[in-house]
């Protein structure tokens, strides 16, 4: 990149650094040696002086880092470009590779004894853009991306062949729990999805939970599918608590779920809900695993375990808040029972009161369900 060289635009006044200076987005830091030489404090005066002139940093710690191996070259080994191929706007990334066919995947890990070839080691993103960059081969370099997303993960827990290797204590527990099954059992693939590890994905979007003052909190708990994810935005809409969710995907399944999520108006905005993708291994739906997950991300005194299918009552997260304190739940141990109903219309004006709902169960809109 030319922006340490100062010349993007005019008056442009970057920080100091050597030639066109460091991406610090991919850096190995050998930190017994910096301890031992005083890097808290030398990495302190060094950002102190600079900020006497500079008055603040434009890119955060990467200025003071190169700021101080301006200062400090010998303490620096530079590895070649391609362990750090950034694409942004002001990158010159083409200069790290000759053509785009040196970029195939089969090239990135070949050895010559100890010394690699120019195959790409790690494709950086680091612009704000992500993958609406403007970069001159970026269509290459997305599509290669994505097909990475939606590769099955599995692929990666263990070795495909039989390479020398000395397997992990729990891989040889699980294999020999696997050896010891029947295949001739008629509940074998019942018993075989009893001992499957399953991949998991905790807090797959950003979470943030802010803890009630007076310990009454409740999260909804619930666990679904890619089939059920039109249900989110409107148990969204009709719960504003805390959310713990296990969804069950694969791995193509988890990129779709999260375009979706950064798409939608209403999940986008909501930071309280913790998504917890459970890949998928196996020919059946492991309801009982996923309930437990979703229950043990739960941040709450309190959890509503319901179905993804059930649209809890508006104003139910503070009605049972309410109800925690008035039956002095904290206290005792005592369950509240949320009576459920169903309907056979396709459009229905959802009740708004206790005394709403009577009237269309007396009218045969609501059945007890």
Request: hydrophobic residues 40%; glycine residues 4%; charged residues 20%.
């Amino acid at each position: 990149s030319d922006w340490y060289l100062g010349n993007l635009w005019k008056n442009h006044k970057p920080w100091p650094a050597l030639g066109r200076g460091f991406n610090t987005g991919v850096i190995l830091l050998l930190l017994e040696r910096l301890r031992r030489i005083g890097w808290e404090q030398m990495w302190r005066l060094t950002a102190e002086r600079e900020l006497m002139s500079m008055l603040s940093t434009s890119l955060a710690d990467q200025d003071i880092f190169n700021a101080f191996i301006k200062q400090n070259p010998v303490l620096v080994h530079q590895l070649p470009c391609f362990w750090n191929v950034q694409l942004s706007d002001h990158t010159r990334s083409e200069q790290c590779y000759t053509e785009v066919s040196d970029l195939k995947p089969s090239t990135w890990s070949e050895l010559l004894g100890d010394r690699l070839l120019c195959g790409q080691q790690v494709i950086h993103w680091n612009s704000p853009k992500k993958l609406r960059v403007k970069n001159k081969h970026v269509e290459f370099f997305r599509n290669l991306y994505l097909t990475f997303l939606e590769y099955d993960g599995n692929l990666l827990r263990r070795e495909l062949f039989g390479c020398p290797s000395q397997p992990s204590a729990d891989s040889l527990r699980l294999q020999n729990a696997l050896e010891e099954l029947d295949e001739d059992d008629q509940c074998y693939d019942f018993r075989r999805e009893r001992i499957a590890l399953h991949r998991l994905h905790l807090y797959f979007l950003q979470y943030q939970y802010i803890p009630a003052e007076d310990d009454t909190d409740v999260t909804l708990v619930a666990q679904l599918s890619i089939d059920r994810l039109q249900m989110l935005e409107a148990i969204c809409n009709h719960w504003e608590g805390p959310i713990s969710l296990a969804l069950y995907m694969s791995d193509a399944e988890a990129q779709q779920f999260l375009r979706y999520a950064q798409a939608s108006d209403v999940l986008k905005h909501r930071k309280n809900i913790g998504y917890h993708i459970v890949y998928k291994e196996g020919q059946f739906y492991p309801v009982n695993l996923l309930r437990n997950i979703a229950l043990r991300q739960a941040n709450t005194p309190y959890v509503f375990l319901t179905d993804v299918d059930f649209l809890p009552m508006y104003g139910l997260y503070s009605y049972l808040r309410k109800s925690i304190v008035q039956l002095d739940l904290a206290h005792t141990k005592n369950a509240l029972v949320v009576p459920a109903f169903e309907t056979l219309r396709y459009r229905l004006s959802f009740p708004k009161s206790k005394a709403e709902l009577l009237s269309m169960l007396d009218m045969g809109t609501l059945y007890t369900f």
